[in-house]
């Protein structure tokens, strides 16, 4: 997904979605969430372990947590990825309840989870170059949770518009490289001033 924001590259969301695939047919606990270290057909163990604890590497569920939260802000609800996600917190409930430090990399799920992540869709009119000057102002922004899009008019955004559904409707206005950014279904006014887009993205919603 990480490649998929800095290319553009389709290619690199489809194989996020294809390795999820695979997690969620031989990897995944669907009676009481989370996921096994070792898959259905690898060879017979006494106990099926399932990482929950993140040392100088995050466990594979911190991971998978967060990745079905961001798969799910891509793509939309249809392939239940919110849900699986969702199991998967519920899972490491207690640990994340009472030593939340042992799951450091998961809290970082769970705040992506009760955040606003904003979507961003910054579109272009003829090349992903005339995106730059966006692109620059997001890059000295901490913003961790969120998804961005960069598209340009035409064939690529038709392409990525079949697993984006967000980047669909949106237009490079007069020509111009316009950014979008809306969290939870409610979007700032399309801006084609990177400054404007600076402050829209800046915006901190309270948690409640």
């Given at each position: 997904?990480?490649?998929?924001?800095?290319?553009?590259?389709?290619?690199w969301?489809?194989?996020?979605?294809?390795?999820?695939?695979?997690?969620?047919?031989?990897?995944?606990?669907?009676?009481?969430?989370?996921?096994?270290?070792?898959s259905?057909?690898?060879?017979?163990?006494?106990?099926?372990?399932?990482?929950?604890?993140?040392?100088?590497?995050?466990?594979?569920?911190?991971v998978?947590?967060?990745?079905?939260?961001?798969?799910?802000?891509?793509?939309?609800?249809?392939?239940?990825?919110?849900?699986?996600?969702?199991?998967?917190?519920?899972?490491?409930?207690?640990?994340l309840?009472?030593?939340?430090?042992?799951?450091?990399?998961?809290?970082?799920a769970?705040?992506?989870?009760?955040?606003s992540?904003?979507?961003?869709v910054?579109?272009?009119?003829?090349?992903r170059?005339?995106?730059?000057p966006?692109?620059?102002?997001?890059?000295?922004?901490?913003l961790?949770n969120?998804t961005?899009?960069?598209?340009?008019?035409?064939?690529?955004?038709?392409?990525?518009?079949?697993?984006?559904?967000?980047?669909?409707?949106?237009?490079?206005?007069e020509?111009?490289?316009?950014?979008?950014?809306?969290a939870?279904?409610?979007?700032?006014?399309?801006t084609?001033?990177?400054?404007?887009?600076?402050?829209?993205?800046?915006?901190?919603?309270?948690?409640?």
């Amino acid at each position: 997904m990480d490649l998929f924001e800095v290319s553009g590259d389709t290619r690199w969301l489809r194989e996020a979605i294809g390795l999820d695939d695979v997690l969620q047919k031989h990897y995944e606990d669907t009676e009481k969430g989370g996921f096994f270290l070792t898959s259905d057909d690898h060879q017979k163990l006494l106990a099926r372990e399932k990482p929950g604890y993140d040392g100088a590497e995050p466990s594979g569920n911190s991971v998978e947590a967060l990745n079905l939260l961001r798969l799910d802000a891509f793509t939309g609800a249809n392939r239940s990825y919110a849900r699986r996600a969702e199991q998967t917190l519920a899972a490491f409930r207690r640990t994340l309840t009472e030593n939340p430090s042992a799951l450091s990399e998961m809290l970082a799920a769970l705040d992506f989870r009760y955040d606003s992540p904003k979507e961003i869709v910054i579109v272009a009119h003829l090349s992903r170059e005339q995106a730059e000057p966006f692109l620059e102002r997001l890059r000295t922004t901490y913003l961790p949770n969120r998804t961005v899009a960069v598209v340009t008019e035409g064939e690529d955004q038709a392409a990525q518009g079949q697993l984006v559904p967000t980047v669909r409707s949106k237009i490079a206005r007069e020509g111009k490289t316009t950014a979008y950014v809306c969290a939870k279904k409610t979007c700032e006014l399309p801006t084609t001033d990177p400054d404007v887009f600076a402050r829209q993205i800046r915006k901190v919603q309270p948690l409640r």
